[in-house]
């Protein structure tokens, strides 16, 4: 495999990264589990009354092929009322198939991550339809070319790790949406991409123009630079029938699968939020169980998405400190389980990128982060509760991150940062701490520098504009947009892709 590596590094699909210092102060791939709000008695009470929902309420499934494949595996099935019963027996067969790591790749190898364990990543996603623009700092609707342009902020910044699309391009067909879609996000960053797909035909799509990138459908299998997020449970534990047929299809076709379930507690779930762990909990063992029954080892991931319904009102919430602990608490289950999970954090319910939104997604992506997540999307850029991206935002939420993944790291105690014989010396009158060998030398790897946030003295702040946060954000970004230049996708294959399918992305915004 290392030979073949070896080969995609120097031509097709993959390539070697730009010269771009690499974080050492916050790498990603960390590994988190500072923060556990569940002990682990209610980890376990939670795990058998999950198994009990399953044995006793079950999930509406619809007449269809998977119904029929609950059937085959010995789950009891109500005909009449839609159910299916899933024994426990078939819960613990499915954990052991299931892979207890799942390697996502980037076109740059140097953003592949390894999923599993306690190790953090962070990254966008969501569904957005609207942009605050960067030049007007009016909504608007999104469009296939945020797509593209977010892509390349991505690609640019350090602290986000992934790209999940973030926003829906409203400006092209509904037919034409996932493959554009995917191409839009491939061809201007070199971190893995995450897609959703709304057919089977996407997905075959879809997997068809990766393996054009990657250079073969073997090659494919063995360095996912694709994986796609499925919600396909309704809450409260139904499937939804086209969205399964999607599932179905995706780990036939041997991608990376993230299990995205997402009850609102209060509205979709129980208010009590262990009542809320325990259904998502069964939402997502019904899936391990699914996906395993198509096809044993299947690579998927545990998606975990709890959200809270503000209860004075029934609307959505997420930048509630309700929400962070469910994802912390979601990261234990998987961790419980010793399966890879994707969770979120980083919503805000601000409209604006403002002191409401810094202080929502700090809460709720450091939760995340500090339990352990191992796949933290919709870290980055949005606002309105999912409905708004805002561009400054991934910068902001880039400087963010970074400073959660300084957390994650900990406090290393070795002999030498103990400091003893230093505190000796210095305190016997011998120099200054800031001036010793061992502050020069940890200067870069021991503290994190925010590269947008503000330390400045008050005068020289002044003297140079005055500027907040959120301006400092959009200059930077405005920067990247117009200076920024991914690795593009080899021209021989971006031509046969254009020439394969409709894609109605401008050269111009193919990272070229």
């Excluded at 503290?447 to 702040?461: F, L």
């Amino acid at each position: 495999m290392e030979d073949r590596r070896s080969q995609r590094r120097q031509g097709g699909g993959r390539h070697e990264r730009h010269e771009r210092k690499q974080p050492r102060v916050a790498p990603p791939g960390l590994e988190g589990g500072w923060y556990r709000p569940l002990r682990d008695e209610d980890i376990k009470r939670i795990h058998e009354a999950s198994l009990a929902v399953l044995e006793r309420t079950g999930i509406e499934v619809m007449a269809s092929e998977c119904r029929e494949i609950f059937r085959q595996a010995g789950a009891s099935i109500d005909d009449e009322h839609n159910r299916v019963f899933i024994p426990r027996h078939l819960v613990e067969e499915a954990l052991t198939k299931a892979q207890p790591e799942v390697i996502l790749c980037g076109r740059d190898p140097t953003h592949d991550l390894r999923l599993g364990g306690r190790r953090v990543y962070m990254g966008t996603g969501g569904a957005a339809v609207k942009v605050l623009d960067l030049e007007t700092q009016r909504v608007r609707e999104s469009t296939l070319a945020d797509v593209a342009r977010i892509g390349r902020l991505v690609d640019a910044l350090d602290n986000i790790h992934f790209y999940l699309r973030a926003c829906v391009a409203r400006d092209i067909p509904i037919d034409l949406l996932d493959i554009n879609t995917y191409y839009a996000a491939a061809a201007n960053t070199t971190k893995h991409v995450t897609v959703n797909c709304f057919s089977v035909p996407s997905v075959r799509e879809v997997v068809e123009m990766a393996a054009m990138i990657a250079g073969g459908r073997e090659a494919l299998r063995e360095h996912p630079i694709v994986s796609l997020t499925v919600c396909w449970t309704v809450s409260p534990l139904r499937y939804a029938p086209e969205t399964v047929e999607v599932l179905t299809e995706a780990v036939r076709q041997e991608i990376p699968v993230f299990l995205s379930s997402a009850p609102q507690a209060g509205a979709t779930s129980p208010a009590a939020l262990a009542g809320t762990l325990v259904q998502i909990n069964a939402e997502e063992l019904s899936g391990v169980v699914y996906t395993q029954l198509v096809k044993s080892g299947a690579r998927i991931v545990l998606g975990y998405v709890p959200s809270v319904a503000d209860l004075r009102t029934g609307s959505f919430s997420g930048g509630g400190t309700e929400f962070a602990m469910m994802h912390a608490a979601a990261a234990q289950l998987g961790q419980f389980y010793n399966l890879p999970v994707y969770n979120s954090a980083g919503l805000a319910d601000s409209k604006i990128p403002d002191i409401q939104a810094g202080y929502e997604k700090g809460i709720t992506s450091l939760a995340a982060a500090l339990a352990g997540s191992n796949y933290i999307h919709h870290s980055a850029g949005l606002l309105e509760s999912m409905l708004t991206v805002a561009y400054e935002q991934y910068v902001i939420d880039d400087d963010i991150n970074g400073s959660i993944m300084r957390a994650v790291r900990g406090i290393e105690v070795t002999e030498e940062t103990l400091s003893v014989d230093l505190i000796d010396q210095v305190c016997r009158g011998e120099g200054h701490f800031l001036g010793t060998p061992q502050s020069l030398a940890l200067m870069n790897t021991e503290y994190y520098y925010p590269h947008t946030g503000d330390r400045k003295r008050r005068e020289d702040w002044e003297a140079d504009g005055s500027l907040d946060m959120r301006e400092r954000a959009r200059r930077r970004a405005r920067q990247i947009l117009q200076t920024h230049k991914p690795q593009p996708i080899p021209p021989e294959v971006e031509a046969a892709i254009r020439q394969r399918f409709q894609i109605l992305l401008p050269a111009t915004l193919s990272g070229r």
